[in-house]
């Protein structure tokens, strides 16, 4: 499997590119048969094969692997390894690109070394790796991409995961830890203020003064759900307020509460109320 191949051998049919997302890049690729030279790269990253089998080789770290590549199938290459990899087919394969500074300091929250934690592999299987990987699949092929925060989330969650496959740990040290009541009030206050604002984790964890993990799951100990899933139902509430009591043009209200348009906020409250907006404002008429 080819993960990252030379420009003009493969077909770029979805791209993160352009979206804001942070740490992470994803693409999903349609990979021609044959042999590919991989470079070395700045950032560390993974190819998870997607759909029917191929026939595959590479050599990379000074090994050799020979295998029948499957769905789901994942190679994990450090920043700055190269290699060779070829296919006896035409192959498709989502390739993740992680900043090696979310991956570092993730690490550092899971109590390992950094430059310890990652390893090559070939033709890994980890359910919780791909359930990620399939959640960041969906996002690049959706019609209407979802919150700059769900995307922050994926990649948070993709980093310490791959730390705890390296390590065999599935557990954060402070997994049992809460918010402290400043500190939820600080995040409530700020989200609600800046709802139609374009927000992140890493600015949310600095106001928290948190590191992005521990943020992660101190937010859901606390709240019950994680930061994106709450902002979007803060937005929600939002939108559905201000729809029964401003007057306001859809579209407007649409930016206030901060979604991207009108159709992202009708398919958000429709999914979370069951309604949609133009039916709360014929009633409220």
Not at 23 to 47: D, K, M, N
Request: net charge positive; hydrophobic share 40%.
């Amino acid at each position: 499997m080819n993960d990252h191949p030379q420009a003009g051998s493969a077909t770029i049919l979805a791209t993160s590119r352009g979206r804001g997302w942070r740490g992470l890049e994803a693409e999903l690729l349609r990979i021609p048969p044959g042999r590919t030279h991989i470079a070395g790269t700045p950032y560390h990253r993974l190819g998870i094969h997607v759909g029917r089998p191929v026939r595959a080789q590479c050599r990379c770290d000074g090994r050799e692997h020979r295998r029948l590549q499957k769905h789901g199938d994942i190679d994990v290459v450090p920043a700055g390894l190269d290699g060779f990899w070829e296919d006896d087919g035409e192959c498709m394969i989502l390739r993740l690109k992680i900043n090696k500074d979310l991956f570092n300091q993730a690490a550092i929250d899971l109590g390992r070394d950094p430059a310890e934690a990652m390893a090559p592999k070939f033709q890994l299987r980890d359910q919780r790796l791909e359930a990620i990987a399939w959640a960041l699949k969906a996002e690049l092929e959706a019609d209407e991409p979802s919150d700059h925060l769900y995307a922050d989330t994926l990649a948070t969650a993709l980093a310490l995961r791959l730390v705890e496959a390296g390590s065999g740990s599935s557990r954060p040290a402070d997994a049992g830890r809460a918010l402290s009541p400043r500190q939820k009030r600080i995040l409530t206050d700020y989200i609600e203020d800046n709802l139609d604002a374009l927000l992140s984790l890493a600015e949310l964890a600095g106001l928290a003064g948190l590191s992005l993990s521990h943020l992660k799951t101190q937010f859901r100990n606390s709240f019950g759900i994680p930061p994106h899933q709450y902002v979007m139902q803060r937005r929600v509430s939002r939108a559905e307020a201000l729809i029964r009591t401003s007057g306001l043009p859809l579209s407007q209200i649409a930016l206030a509460a901060g979604f991207a348009h009108q159709s992202h906020m009708a398919n958000s409250m429709k999914r979370l109320l069951g309604i949609s907006p133009g039916t709360i404002a014929r009633l409220v008429n």
